[in-house]
């Protein structure tokens, strides 16, 4: 069953950049952050393959891709973002259930925003299983959309450029990212916390030292 799913996407993804190129990315790109449905290191993965390896075109191309990719991630993020702003709690939870995404890890999401701010949405697109998710508890909490879009496009960037590259240098192996993704999931979330706790630390001191200024001015 999973393998003729897999099979669809692909086929949708090849009729896709067949057709639209990199535009094509940016759209599946869309539909992928404002919905979580296609799985994203099988997008970029495929993009890195089809529309530079197979092409024999420079591995600069990738960060062109990227770009593409990020725009694409923004959009799609931005989608969420609104719903749950303009919706609010009402509206996230019927979405959860038509998704089937479990409310306690939205509402894990929304605490952990409110917690780190800004620089969560930054790393949280950096995360498999939440990287989708962090906008929502984004918008449900109202924070500045400049701020959300700049955040999401950094972490969007750099997630989107590194599976483009590692669908380049693997060529038609690309398809291995997906157990790879699986297997490093783990210890990205990990790593991930350890950066979100160093950077709560880090902006306590920040803090901390503004108000012995301010202390001082007195």
């Given at each position: ?84 702003r303009l919706g609010g709690r009402p509206v996230v ?126």
């Open positions: 069953m999973i393998d003729k799913i897999e099979q669809t996407i692909l086929n949708a993804l090849q009729f896709l950049y067949d057709e639209l190129g990199w535009f094509g990315v940016t759209l599946i790109m869309v539909v992928e952050n404002a919905t979580g449905l296609t799985p994203s290191e099988v997008v970029l993965g495929f993009a890195g393959w089809m529309l530079i390896d197979a092409h024999n075109l420079p591995f600069s191309t990738v960060f062109l891709g990227g770009l593409f990719a990020a725009i694409g991630s923004v959009i799609g993020a931005s989608i969420m973002y609104w719903v749950a939870d019927r979405a959860a259930k038509l998704f089937r995404i479990d409310m306690r890890h939205i509402q894990r999401v929304e605490k952990m925003t409110e917690n780190y701010g800004i620089g969560f949405i930054f790393f949280g697109r950096l995360l498999p299983g939440i990287r989708t998710l962090v906008a929502v508890p984004a918008g449900l909490t109202r924070m500045s959309f400049t701020r959300f879009v700049l955040a999401t496009f950094a972490g969007a960037y750099i997630w989107c450029t590194v599976f483009i590259s590692a669908g380049y240098f693997l060529g038609h192996e690309w398809h291995i990212l997906s157990g790879i993704v699986k297997q490093v999931t783990p210890y990205a979330l990990v790593v991930g916390m350890i950066a979100g706790v160093g950077y709560l630390v880090w902006q306590m001191q920040v803090k901390q030292r503004m108000a012995q200024v301010e202390l001082h001015k007195d």
